[in-house]
């Protein structure tokens, strides 16, 4: 694709690769610095992206924490938050979950043609719904949002949105970090599935940048020509 949105993205994981347990509670990955850290790379973002079955999980809030970001990016004649992306199968999402009511900005749900009627019965009160075709693929979205002036996006996850995401050949940068302890539990979620992923034992991806962040260790990945590392 050409004139697509440079692609972030972000998850932390446990020491044996899962990003949640198989409890009812959230499990908590990350610390308050690298917290800070992912507030600054929000943002930075036109756009941010969780996939439905975070919204309903983990019922995410998806803004800009930091008064002082909010007042640069209104500054500089953004919005306080980007604008918030999610991506729905089924068309099951809650209207009144966080993704929805909180922040002004514009928020965006994709899905398939199939269940366009029915995700916009749900949620087409509080969110533009965008049919994306048969099945909703990451070019597809890509291709809206560059139309819809998004330069810049950033993916939070989960698991499956991330796996579709780099076994397409569309992701920019990958910020992965890695909580000192382990799940130990093959019901939780891990960080990808099973794919074709374009970096292999042959085609490994390019560590950009390593850092220790409090208890906790982030690397960067460049996986692309496109990625910025000193950003």
Same mark, same amino acid.
């Given at each position: 694709? !050409?004139?697509?949105?440079? +692609?972030?993205?972000?998850?932390?994981?446990?020491?044996?690769?899962?990003?949640?347990?198989?409890?009812?509670?959230? /499990?908590? %990955?990350?610390?308050? =610095?690298?917290?800070?850290? @992912?507030? *600054?790379?929000?943002? #930075?973002?036109?756009?941010?992206?969780?996939? =439905?079955?975070?919204?309903?999980?983990?019922?995410?809030?998806?803004?800009?924490?930091?008064?002082?970001?909010?007042?640069?990016?209104?500054?500089?004649? %953004?919005?306080?938050? &980007?604008? $918030?992306?999610?991506?729905?199968?089924?068309?099951?999402?809650?209207?009144? =979950?966080?993704?929805? !009511?909180?922040?002004?900005?514009? $928020? /965006?749900?994709?899905? &398939?043609?199939?269940? =366009?009627? $029915?995700?916009?019965?749900?949620?087409?009160?509080?969110?533009? +719904?965008?049919? #994306?075709?048969?099945?909703?693929?990451?070019? *597809?979205?890509? *291709?809206? /949002?560059?139309?819809?002036?998004?330069?810049?996006?950033?993916?939070?996850?989960?698991?499956?949105?991330?796996?579709?995401?780099?076994?397409?050949?569309?992701?920019?940068?990958?910020? /992965?970090?890695?909580?000192?302890?382990?799940?130990?539990?093959?019901?939780?979620?891990?960080?990808?599935?099973?794919?074709?992923?374009?970096?292999? &034992?042959?085609?490994?991806?390019?560590?950009?940048?390593?850092?220790? @962040?409090?208890?906790?260790? %982030?690397?960067?990945?460049?996986?692309?020509?496109?990625?910025?590392?000193?950003?």
């Amino acid at each position: 694709m !050409t004139g697509r949105p440079y +692609v972030l993205l972000s998850c932390a994981m446990s020491i044996d690769g899962y990003i949640d347990d198989a409890t009812a509670e959230r /499990l908590l %990955l990350s610390n308050d =610095a690298d917290l800070d850290r @992912i507030d *600054a790379v929000r943002a #930075a973002a036109d756009a941010i992206m969780v996939g =439905a079955a975070t919204v309903r999980r983990d019922d995410p809030r998806l803004l800009v924490r930091s008064e002082r970001r909010q007042a640069e990016r209104v500054a500089r004649g %953004l919005p306080p938050s &980007p604008v $918030k992306v999610t991506v729905t199968a089924s068309g099951d999402l809650d209207p009144t =979950a966080r993704f929805f !009511t909180m922040g002004d900005g514009p $928020k /965006l749900v994709y899905c &398939p043609s199939g269940v =366009a009627e $029915k995700t916009r019965e749900q949620v087409g009160a509080v969110a533009t +719904v965008v049919e #994306a075709g048969e099945p909703v693929t990451p070019h *597809a979205v890509l *291709a809206d /949002l560059a139309g819809r002036g998004v330069g810049r996006l950033m993916v939070e996850g989960g698991g499956t949105l991330h796996c579709q995401f780099l076994t397409a050949g569309v992701a920019d940068e990958l910020h /992965l970090v890695v909580a000192p302890f382990f799940v130990g539990d093959r019901r939780a979620p891990r960080f990808v599935g099973d794919g074709r992923f374009p970096w292999h &034992p042959g085609r490994r991806a390019r560590v950009v940048e390593v850092r220790q @962040i409090g208890d906790v260790v %982030l690397t960067r990945y460049a996986l692309s020509d496109r990625c910025e590392p000193d950003r």
